[in-house]
């Protein structure tokens, strides 16, 4: 039932995030394995980096994460992109629709910012979940490890 | 013959670079289509965004530019990510390695930056461009417009 449905609250990370299970909810994605004090220096050099890392919050515990970076281009008369990276939504609260609320927060926030477009990658197997929300196949990510 | 090569020098943009033609550089992927004042601006936005702009210069004039996005991550034990974007090479300096210069000056950043890999997104007709310079073919990009 409608009403049954717990309460879901999306917001930017702050750093007491840490402690309802962040590392846990994107650890959903690849394990982070970090101390809470490394998570912090991570935390604080991604707010220089200027990666805006959003957490979903039910019952006080953090359900899933999304980040998203803005960029202002040259091209496009001065135009901004959004890059969306790391949607992780935590074991527990899956399958409950926390990964497409993230993802729609995600746009409203960058048509705040007056995005004309917003991108990302994702494994093949993941792309219905993004048609479904109106993004189509683009172009092809290239990747090097150094 | 080797030293008939014109000597190429890369470095970090600075604002003056719009003064030897760096727009009409940049204008190669996509006409830019701004005023002095506007790149300027655009310029400054991306220096607080943290995009970091660079340039190649043969005579000193714009002969490319090319950009990247340092990520730090939760994920990978705080690993760090270069997201390079925007690689154009100026029509009159085409064909003379002047975009492999660019790319493999940004991986040496990166390395310097202790990044564990380097995406970036690129039409189908670039991917060999990119594979000679060891990248390989990673996840589908996705993308919305807003």
């Not at 449905?5 to 917001?11: G, K, M, Q, S, V």
């Not at 604080?44 to 281009?73: C, M, Q, W």
């Not at 494994?123 to 990747?143: D, S, T």
Request: one cysteine or more; proline letters at 4%; aromatic letters at 8%.
């Amino acid at each position: 039932m409608p009403d049954e449905r717990p309460e879901l609250t999306i917001r930017l990370m702050d750093a007491t995030d840490l402690d309802r299970g962040f590392l846990e909810a994107i650890g959903a994605l690849r394990p982070a394995e970090l101390t809470r004090d490394q998570a912090i220096s991570i935390y604080r050099h991604r707010l220089r980096s200027r990666v805006r890392t959003y957490v979903a919050i039910i019952d006080n515990r953090i359900a899933g994460t999304a980040a998203v970076f803005i960029e202002p281009k040259f091209i496009h008369s001065g135009g901004i992109v959004g890059h969306i990276e790391d949607v992780a939504v935590h074991p527990a609260f899956q399958k409950h629709g926390v990964g497409r609320a993230l993802v729609v927060h995600l746009l409203n926030e960058c048509r705040n910012f007056h995005c004309y477009k917003v991108i990302l990658d994702c494994a093949e197997g993941v792309i219905p979940f993004y048609e479904k929300l109106g993004f189509h196949r683009w172009e092809r990510a290239m990747r090097i490890d150094l």
